[in-house]
């Protein structure tokens, strides 16, 4: 009835879910539906559901489903673009541990797309986005993990921006897979840990997560803490969740205004870091950053046409977030954004990653080289399951 009206409807079920061991032992628990027990190592989520449930209930087992690193984030959405978080170097992708999907169709039809049926929807939703249907039921393939792990938190003064950036720009290529890792460039905040002389000034945070043996962890993120003369270091042996949860304070709900772009980038050349920190020095907002992820690793190993998501050749990820408090900063905030975007354009590959969208603008162009040759078979299946093109506020597979 719905799509006969052409009528948008936002879905919120409540979490339901399964999780599964990858050894015989097994445990159920009641609480919010979630039910874990054995024989793969797999797990279903079925609704739009946050990913801090889906860590609270893998910390039980030991196992952990790729997500993002912000635990606010919604499944749904993060698998649909891909899903780039803590464990990509080791474990790929979100939608790469995507063993199926339930999905509603725009005719209404409930459609299960794995493995063994519906293989090209599968290969769709992989990184395809909203286009083709409401998912209802996400299964996952998790894998072990902490409970603890190795985290970095490494700062660096502004003065120092450009010789610590070309240093880890060498040391990135080179990390070991369980490393993923940021660059972010920001503005110290206010905190005890950081000495009062660089509050409110530039400064650059190295952030890593090894997801194997802490011990192993802390010897392998050695070389990066060894990076010039820190102004911080705060690194140390963390739980995993909390590992997740490093970065929701930094994004409240319902209280930060948020434009987000993103470039990926061919390496990290001195120009390309000189005017990385030049940006930042006049970033309009002290909680905008320029955030250089880490790529490469399991993530970078599926070709272009395994998955809808396209090529995965790219080292670095820049993204561009511009994030303030006040309506009054809207303009300011989104140009500042904007204007990195455009110089980046002669160190990207053209792709982007399409969960940081910015405001859709060069709709065309920006699907065109992110999907590369995958877009049309992507708009092949459009028209299988949404001729109509129904399910088109998102980074829309057009039918025609």
């Known amino acids: 009835m719905a ?3 052409d009528v948008f409807q936002v879905l919120e079920p409540r979490l339901r879910g399964r999780l599964v061991r990858p050894w015989g032992l097994g445990i159920r628990r009641g609480s919010r539906g979630v039910e874990w027990h054995g024989r793969q190592a797999a797990g279903r989520h079925r609704q739009l559901c946050r990913d801090r449930r889906c860590h609270r209930g893998g910390e039980l087992l030991g196992l952990a489903v790729p997500m993002g690193v912000v635990t606010q984030t919604g499944i749904a ?6 899903g780039l978080g803590w464990l990509r170097r080791k474990y790929g992708l979100s939608c790469d541990s995507l063993i199926s ?6 005719a209404g039809e409930v459609v299960t797309a794995g493995t063994e049926h519906d293989q090209d929807l599968l290969w769709a939703v992989r990184g395809g986005g909203g286009n083709f249907g409401v998912v209802t039921s996400f299964e996952f393939r998790a894998y072990p993990v902490g409970p603890d792990v ?8 502004g003065a120092d921006a450009r010789a610590v950036l070309r240093s880890y720009g060498e040391w990135a290529v080179t990390a070991p897979d369980e490393i993923s890792s940021f660059a972010i460039l920001w503005h110290a905040p206010e905190i005890e840990e950081i000495p009062a002389e660089h509050h409110g000034t530039p400064i650059v945070v190295f952030v890593a997560m090894h997801s194997g043996d802490a011990a192993r962890g802390e010897a392998e993120l050695r070389p990066l803490r060894d990076i010039g003369s820190p102004i911080a270091d705060l690194s140390g042996v963390q739980p995993y969740l909390d590992v997740q949860r490093f970065f929701d304070e930094d994004y409240p709900a319902h209280t930060m205004r948020y434009y987000w772009k993103s470039r990926y980038l061919t390496g990290l050349p001195d120009e390309l870091i000189d005017m990385l920190v030049k940006r930042n020095e006049i970033s309009p907002s002290p909680h905008c950053t320029l955030d250089v992820w ?41 140009e500042w954004a904007r204007g990195v975007y455009a110089a980046l354009a002669p160190f990207s590959t053209g792709a982007e990653y399409l969960n940081f969208p910015g405001a859709y603008e060069e709709h065309d162009r920006m699907m065109r080289t992110t999907f590369g040759d995958n ?4 708009a092949a299946l459009k028209r299988q399951y949404d001729p109509d093109n129904l399910f088109r506020l998102n980074q829309n597979v057009r039918p025609d």
């Open 150 to 157: 190795y985290f970095a938190q490494v700062l660096h003064a």
């Open 294 to 334: 880490q790529l490469g690793g399991m993530l970078s190993r599926p070709g272009a046409r395994d998955t809808a998501f396209g090529d995965r050749s790219a080292p670095f990820l820049l993204g561009i977030e511009a994030n303030w408090e006040s309506p009054r900063d809207d303009e300011a905030c989104v």
């Open 77 to 82: 959405g993060l698998t649909l673009g891909g």
């Open 101 to 106: 999907v339930d999905l509603v169709t725009a």
């Open 375 to 378: 877009l049309d078979r992507l």
């Open 3 to 5: 799509a006969d009206q």
